[in-house]
């Protein structure tokens, strides 16, 4: 119960402190640098070590690119009767394809099932922030440009420090992980996520109603909270056979509203700006009311 006390008092606290016209206004910006060259980093050092390694975390790795790969799929079947303008169908095909898998998914989690379950969700994060480097960046290049640059991609992927520290804990597995000083400071530093993640959230939190679209928004939030995971649990139960760990984290973590960075790279591309920002804010309160839906279906 606290860390749910937690993760919705940061969440608010964010959004009150936006409120303040004596809080720094690109406060977010900070936290998250912190998020990403420090946390982020952190977890994956601290928690990849331990995993038991086998063919079946794949199922983790691979779901964000599932979930891609559905929401091309989904959006390019429904624009043959839907008729989109290109930006607004590579927007959501890039928004809702992304989920938000740390800076909401680890926080909630971490609340629902435990630190011990951190580690299916790094194997998560870290497959879903390829599909967003590669197939991602693919997207959103052609459906602006009509053509994709190789070396933007690759500038993506080794500038990124999670995915650097994720490739140095894969080093350190036959190692057997870091000495039990160094983990306990990995651990305390990874511990600043959740409280940190979640501030930043709230101070971006914002609604535009001028640029409310219901339909497209309403089809794109379904796909994305509803069908996606859906049809994660679906081909996961079948192909696994029992609804393990794996699967409930996947499901979980492909039920998180859409990924902020994907919004911003949807943004970046002239995208639909205002509808890219729209799935992403409106998009995390109204997961935190469904992923409770999969908690209990689950």
Same mark, same amino acid.
């Given at each position: 119960?606290?860390? *749910?006390? /937690?993760?919705?008092?940061?969440?608010?606290?964010?959004? %009150? %402190?936006?409120?303040?016209?004596?809080?720094? +206004?690109?406060?977010? =910006? @900070? $936290?998250?640098?912190?998020?990403?060259?420090?946390?982020?980093?952190?977890?994956?050092?601290?928690?990849?070590?331990?995993?038991?390694?086998?063919?079946?975390?794949? &199922?983790? *790795?691979?779901? @964000?690119?599932?979930?891609?790969?559905?929401?091309?799929?989904? *959006?390019?079947?429904?624009? %043959?009767?839907?008729?989109?303008?290109?930006?607004?169908?590579?927007?959501?095909?890039?928004?809702?394809?992304?989920?938000?898998?740390?800076?909401?998914?680890?926080?909630?989690?971490?609340?629902?099932?435990?630190?011990?379950?951190?580690?299916?969700?790094?194997?998560?994060?870290?497959?879903?922030?390829?599909?967003?480097?590669?197939?991602?960046?693919?997207?959103?290049?052609?459906?602006?440009?009509?053509?994709?640059?190789?070396?933007?991609? #690759?500038?993506?992927?080794?500038?990124?420090?999670? &995915?650097?520290?994720?490739?140095?804990?894969?080093?350190?597995?036959?190692?057997?992980?870091?000495?039990?000083?160094? +983990?306990?400071?990995?651990? +305390?530093?990874?511990?600043?996520?959740?409280?940190?993640?979640?501030?930043?959230? @709230?101070?971006?939190?914002?609604?535009?109603? +001028?640029?409310?679209?219901?339909?497209?928004?309403?089809? !794109?939030?379904? *796909?994305?909270? #509803?069908?996606?995971?859906?049809?994660?649990?679906? %081909?996961?139960?079948? /192909? =696994? @056979?029992?609804?393990?760990?794996?699967?409930?984290?996947?499901?979980?973590?492909?039920?998180?509203?859409?990924?902020?960075?994907?919004?911003?790279?949807?943004?970046?591309?002239?995208?639909?700006?205002?509808?890219?920002? $729209?799935?992403?804010?409106?998009?995390?309160?109204?997961?935190?009311?469904?992923? !409770?839906?999969?908690?209990?279906?689950?």
């Amino acid at each position: 119960m606290s860390n *749910f006390i /937690l993760l919705i008092l940061c969440l608010l606290l964010g959004i %009150l %402190l936006r409120r303040i016209s004596t809080f720094p +206004k690109d406060a977010h =910006l @900070g $936290l998250n640098g912190f998020i990403i060259y420090i946390a982020l980093p952190a977890i994956a050092l601290s928690k990849i070590p331990e995993i038991a390694f086998g063919w079946a975390i794949l &199922f983790p *790795f691979i779901s @964000g690119w599932l979930v891609l790969l559905l929401s091309l799929l989904f *959006f390019k079947s429904l624009n %043959l009767v839907w008729k989109l303008d290109q930006k607004t169908l590579g927007c959501l095909i890039l928004t809702c394809g992304l989920s938000n898998t740390s800076f909401v998914g680890f926080p909630i989690v971490e609340a629902m099932y435990g630190s011990e379950a951190l580690s299916i969700a790094v194997l998560v994060d870290q497959g879903a922030f390829l599909a967003l480097a590669i197939g991602g960046v693919s997207i959103a290049m052609i459906y602006s440009e009509g053509q994709v640059n190789g070396a933007v991609i #690759v500038k993506r992927l080794i500038s990124f420090p999670p &995915f650097l520290a994720f490739v140095l804990a894969l080093l350190m597995i036959p190692l057997g992980g870091f000495p039990a000083e160094v +983990k306990e400071v990995l651990d +305390k530093l990874g511990g600043t996520l959740t409280p940190l993640a979640l501030v930043s959230v @709230g101070l971006q939190l914002k609604v535009e109603r +001028k640029s409310l679209r219901m339909s497209t928004l309403g089809i !794109g939030l379904g *796909f994305k909270l #509803v069908i996606a995971p859906l049809m994660i649990y679906l %081909l996961y139960s079948a /192909l =696994l @056979g029992q609804k393990s760990v794996l699967t409930i984290i996947s499901v979980i973590e492909s039920a998180m509203a859409p990924m902020i960075t994907a919004s911003i790279l949807a943004t970046q591309y002239q995208l639909n700006p205002p509808l890219a920002n $729209l799935l992403a804010g409106l998009g995390i309160p109204l997961s935190l009311l469904t992923i !409770g839906l999969w908690w209990l279906i689950l």
